[in-house]
């Protein structure tokens, strides 16, 4: 089977670089169906993603191919440009000095780093409008929630939200994708209320770096604070830090064992690693805590098709349903 992976992904390469797109996503996607985490695979395809104006859907190729293989200097470098691209100052940076912690050097990232430092702090953000209609943009939201990419949906809405302020459908999915970081810091009990949500305003503006930041300062002060470690590992998640993540999202489970919201983000992590047993048993376990679960019988529904059972994808998304309709739209 490795010979063949190499062979295919030899060829993809071969018809990437002749301008061959559509035989390229064949020979990538070929490969991801037989190993989801080959590490070549995933960054090739982001690589072609960004090629063809799509680099948000580049990003979670890239994030995989790091995840899986951090000790490749162009991963990196293919992430941070991505980005920046997306006119993602602050995330390109944080990811940067990911990559420099990691070891990564040499010409290629001293010129990446002049350009981050050259980059105008209120550079122009392009918006999803920009490209698409905005039920466009809205039906894109939810589709990318129902694939698990959390983080994209959140961009959408924010786009979405910087134009159109009182868009309730916008506004409404974002507060539903926040709903477990905000859920948790509503039941603070040691950490004063206007620090909380300091950081999660950063959060929810979509400002990973400074979420990051600001959360390890506080835990410092506050080490046994859940609702940090939660929102944290949400940051974590949305850089595609992903085994910091469930580092953090393990430190709040030593605190409180029997925290839903908590247990279902480490299913999350454990879906986009492909580690689908597990991320099922984690939602499971979620939905046993609270049985009206909606997102953790969705999350299970996404996580068996991708897994090929698609019998038990249907029963898990008519429990989805039968808690909320919103999962029967289109």
């Given at each position: 089977m490795e010979l063949k992976i190499t062979d295919a992904l030899q060829k993809g390469i071969r018809a990437h670089k002749a301008g061959k797109v559509q035989e390229a996503d064949l020979y990538y996607t070929a490969i991801l169906k037989a190993n989801p985490n080959h590490p070549d695979a995933n960054h090739n395809m982001g690589v072609l993603a960004v090629s063809l104006n799509k680099a948000m859907e580049a990003l979670p190729f890239f994030k995989t191919a790091i995840e899986v293989n951090p000790a490749i200097d162009q991963y990196w470098l293919s992430y941070?440009?991505?980005?920046?691209?997306?006119d993602r100052k602050a995330d390109a940076k944080t990811v940067f000095d990911q990559a420099k912690n990691n070891g990564a050097k040499g010409e290629a990232f001293d010129h990446i780093e002049k350009r981050l430092n050259a980059l105008g702090e209120n550079a122009q953000t392009p918006k999803i409008w920009n490209s698409i209609k905005l039920s466009q943009a809205l039906k894109l939201a939810k589709k990318k929630v129902k694939e698990g990419s959390t983080e994209e949906a959140k961009s959408i809405y924010r786009d979405i939200l910087d134009k159109f302020p009182k868009n309730k459908k916008a506004s409404e999915g974002l507060k539903k994708l926040t709903g477990a970081v905000r859920k948790t810091a509503s039941n603070s009990q040691n950490l004063p209320k206007d620090r909380l949500e300091s950081v999660l305003a950063f959060y929810t503006q979509g400002n990973l770096k400074q979420t990051l930041d600001t959360t390890c300062s506080l835990l410092k002060e506050y080490p046994n604070s859940v609702e940090l470690y939660n929102i944290q590992g949400a940051a974590y998640d949305g850089l595609g830090l992903l085994a910091e993540a469930i580092k953090s999202y393990r430190n709040a489970l030593t605190i409180k064992p029997d925290?839903?919201?908590?247990?279902?983000?480490?299913?999350?992590i454990l879906q986009k690693q492909s580690k689908f047993a597990e991320a099922i048993d984690a939602y499971r376990k979620a939905i046993s805590i609270r049985p009206d679960y909606a997102e953790a019988y969705n999350n299970i529904g996404v996580t068996f098709k991708d897994a090929g059972k698609l019998d038990e994808a249907i029963e898990a998304y008519r429990n989805a349903i039968d808690l909320n309709s919103d999962f029967s739209e289109p």
């Open positions: 941070i440009n991505a980005l920046i691209k997306l925290h839903s919201e908590v247990i279902y983000n480490i299913g999350i």
